[in-house]
């Protein structure tokens, strides 16, 4: 190994040390870059909707996501469903409040 790098560096002029400082400095600058994009828009799901709890979760339904009755009555006994597609963040987490307030398991996900 150490012979097939000198006559490398011999051949192409370089130093193969010289690489490795600019491959770790680009390193931490990959791993801070998920952190910059969080997420602002989220999809609510109703991940479970117990049958002794289905009433109140029905009326929280029909209050947060503007729902008819039968709307919401089908999607609280079909769970796991999508309330919403796409919500803003602070809208998401109040509407995950008042569902398990009511007894159902809500999950967010960032899109």
Known sequence: MSKLKEMLENKWGV??????????????AQAAAPQASESTEFQVTLAEAPADKRLGI?????????????????LAEAAPKVVKETVPKNEAEEMKKKLEAAGAKVTLKGL
Do not use: C
């Open 15 to 28: 130093k193969a040390a010289s690489a490795m400082p600019m491959m770790a400095a680009a390193a931490p």
């Open 58 to 74: 029905i009326k929280v339904l029909r209050e947060v996501a503007g729902m008819a009755l039968k709307e919401a009555k089908d």
